[in-house]
């Protein structure tokens, strides 16, 4: 149960696109389509914003997208926001039922 | 709305025990597995355990196995994990999630409640 990899931080100006890598390994990431990622800010509970690697929940605005090769799954926003910056965590199902998180990624919006 | 609130943390000497609880309301709690996750201070998230829906089965990260015990009772819409032996490192935040099996994600978190493990 060894945790996804995530950069420790990522930063991007308003309206550029960012990309968050989450790298697992074929027992995780690479078996399951089950990837999902959440936000987090200071002081609040995580929220989900992409599931199973690529959907997004109603109410999650498009600009957040979520895509995966092989053993890696990545989060993209686009258009970025000051309200973006947050911290990043991804999640897979890791087999016979037990799941495993990344180690989070702090988006700083410039 | 759904709201879950979770209470019973707090300080607590290494080797001791402490039993947080999960009340749910919003959504028919007894239709969905759930989750308890942590997050120790400036650190990331960490899956603790899980439980079906009916309670019939559970999980464990491997870091709290034989040591911690989750529960649940749908007739008061409440979770439960029992920490005994508790350490220095389950010092975290810990939520109470639910588990979509629609969705494969954690789809909606309580506010958390702290366990401190110091003497």
């Known amino acids: 149960q060894s945790a996804l990899t995530q950069p420790a931080s990522v930063s991007g100006s308003p309206g550029q696109s960012i990309t968050i890598s989450c790298t697992g390994t074929?027992?995780?990431?690479?078996?399951?389509?089950?990837v999902s990622w959440y936000q987090q800010h200071p002081g609040k509970a995580p929220q989900l914003m992409i599931y199973?690697?690529?959907k997004r929940p109603s109410g999650v605005s498009n600009r957040f997208s979520g895509s995966k090769s092989g053993n890696t799954a990545s989060l993209t926003i686009s258009g970025l926001q000051a309200e973006d910056a947050a911290d990043y965590y991804c999640?897979?199902?890791?087999?016979?039922?037990?799941?495993?998180f990344g180690g989070g990624t702090k988006l700083t919006v410039l | 709305q759904v709201q879950l609130v979770e209470s019973g943390g707090g300080l607590v000497k290494p080797g001791g025990s402490l039993r947080l609880s999960c009340v749910a309301s919003?959504?028919?709690?007894?239709?969905?597995?759930m989750s308890w996750i942590r997050q120790a201070p400036g650190k990331g998230l960490e899956w603790v355990s899980y439980i079906t829906s009916s309670g019939s089965h559970t999980n464990y990260a491997d870091s709290v196995k034989g040591r911690f015990t989750i529960s649940r009772d749908n007739t008061k819409n409440s979770l439960y994990l029992q920490m005994n032996s508790l350490r220095a490192e389950d010092t975290a935040v810990y939520y109470c999630?639910?588990?979509?099996?629609?969705?494969?994600?954690?789809?909606?978190w309580g506010q958390g409640t702290l366990v401190t493990v110091s003497s």
């Open positions: 074929s027992s995780d990431v690479g078996s399951y389509n089950l």
């Open positions: 199973e690697d690529t």
């Open positions: 999630a639910t588990y979509s099996e629609v969705q494969s994600s954690f789809d909606y």
């Open positions: 919003g959504f028919t709690f007894s239709d969905y597995y």
């Open positions: 999640c897979s199902y890791a087999g016979s039922n037990t799941w495993v």
